[in-house]
């Protein structure tokens, strides 16, 4: 047998998220030892689970799984297990560990790496947009692997950055691992595999099982993988505030962006920092600092500036700068570009040292 298929039918068994899936790999960290004493009749099923997953493990053999697996190798899921040396190791102490991780674009950003989560609304204001951008850029430009949902909003920003940047970044759906959502998002999903980056679920393809609850599920996987947790712009009641407290159990250091005490937007983040549950985050030194990365190597990022690393937007804006600064307006009108595309690639260009910042919002090359 396939082991695969006995984790396949383990997880299924035991369901996504299963609050005793450490305890279980614990009593039993073969799941293929698991079937053959179930089915010889020479154990129960594990007490820790319960009455529905007992009896599913009695119900199902992992041979019920074989169409899936074939089905994933066939599209180019990748299946990655506990015992998998390409597993997340960050994530192998969870006590609701993900038995079954559907992987798709590259694996080897999994272990490894330096990793920032960059999470927020779903609803952004251009300002929590462009802070979201601007950190992880800056982020990704240190080689600092972004993790986040691939959700709208401020969980795009921080993928798109890390894609502006040429670095992998990592993506936990709440969706089947061939679902995207919202759809509007595949381009960006098929950007971030093209780069090496991660798309991961807990959710098999074709999955037709509960949807309820499965974003907040995955939350904990964000949480767990990054290092230092950033939240760029948040409510008072939503799922980035979940993450935070998965992020809090962990004992992973919380970064907050301030925002406008005016702004709903920002209600959530500041919250966070005047209860002291996060950390201010005012400029990309202080992920830097929580990941005890060395400033001069950002000083070096910085000095190496070449157009042709930075994004399309960024180099029509660079082409159009020179020594005499240069309003956004102006540069809106030389490009071609709205506002807030032009302003994004102003501030790429400054944190790659390609351009500096005047009085009034004006720039010049350097």
């Known amino acids: 047998m396939d082991k695969t298929l006995a984790w396949l039918w383990l997880a299924d068994a035991v369901g996504s998220a299963c609050q005793y899936a450490r305890e279980l790999l614990d009593l039993w960290p073969d799941p293929e030892e698991l079937y053959e004493s179930l089915r010889a009749g020479q154990v129960a099923p594990p007490f820790c689970l319960s009455d529905g997953a007992a009896a599913r493990l009695l119900d199902t053999t992992p041979f019920d799984y074989e169409e899936r697996l074939d089905h994933c190798l066939?599209?180019?899921?990748?299946?990655?297990?506990?015992?998998?040396?390409?597993?997340?190791?960050r994530l192998r102490d969870l006590p609701d560990l993900p038995l079954v991780l559907y992987v798709t674009g590259g694996k080897s950003c999994l272990n490894d790496r330096r990793y920032v989560g960059m999470i927020g609304t779903r609803r952004p204001s251009a300002y929590g947009r462009q802070a979201a951008y601007d950190l992880s850029l800056a982020a990704a430009r240190q080689d600092v692997v972004i993790v986040s949902g691939l959700a709208d909003g401020l969980d795009s920003e921080g993928h798109r950055a890390a894609v502006a940047a040429g670095v992998p970044t990592i993506a936990f759906l709440g969706t089947a691992i061939d679902v995207t959502y919202p759809a509007a998002n595949g381009p960006l999903r098929r950007q971030i595999e093209a780069?090496?980056?991660?798309?991961?679920?807990?959710?098999?393809?074709?999955?037709?099982?509960?949807?309820?609850?499965?974003?907040?599920?995955?939350?904990?996987?964000?949480?767990?993988?990054?290092?230092?947790?950033?939240?760029?712009?948040?409510?008072?009641?939503?799922?980035?505030?979940?993450?935070?407290?998965?992020?809090?159990?962990?004992?992973?250091?919380?970064?907050?962006v301030p925002g406008s005490i005016y702004s709903t937007q920002s209600h959530g983040t500041n919250?966070?920092?005047?209860?002291?549950?996060?950390?201010?985050?005012?400029?990309?030194?202080?992920?830097?600092?929580?990941?005890?990365?060395?400033?001069?190597?950002?000083?070096?990022?910085?000095?190496?500036?070449?157009?042709?690393?930075?994004?399309?937007?960024?180099?029509?804006?660079?082409?159009?700068?020179?020594?005499?600064?240069?309003?956004?307006?102006?540069?809106?009108a030389a490009t071609g570009l709205p506002a807030g595309r032009v302003l994004a690639a102003c501030t790429e260009l400054e944190l790659c040292g390609g351009a500096q910042a005047q009085p009034g919002r004006r720039y010049i090359a350097l």
């Open 195 to 256: 780069l090496g980056g991660a798309v991961c679920s807990e959710y098999p393809p074709q999955y037709q099982g509960k949807t309820k609850g499965t974003f907040l599920a995955r939350n904990r996987l964000i949480a767990a993988q990054a290092e230092v947790l950033c939240v760029a712009e948040a409510r008072l009641r939503s799922g980035t505030l979940n993450t935070v407290s998965h992020a809090e159990d962990y004992g992973r250091p919380v970064l907050a």
């Open 271 to 332: 919250e966070l920092l005047r209860t002291h549950r996060a950390e201010p985050l005012c400029e990309a030194a202080d992920i830097f600092r929580q990941l005890g990365l060395d400033a001069q190597s950002e000083e070096k990022a910085t000095a190496e500036f070449s157009p042709a690393s930075v994004s399309a937007d960024a180099r029509a804006v660079y082409a159009r700068l020179g020594p005499t600064a240069q309003g956004i307006d102006a540069l809106c």
């Open 74 to 89: 066939l599209t180019g899921v990748d299946i990655l297990t506990p015992d998998d040396p390409a597993y997340p190791a």
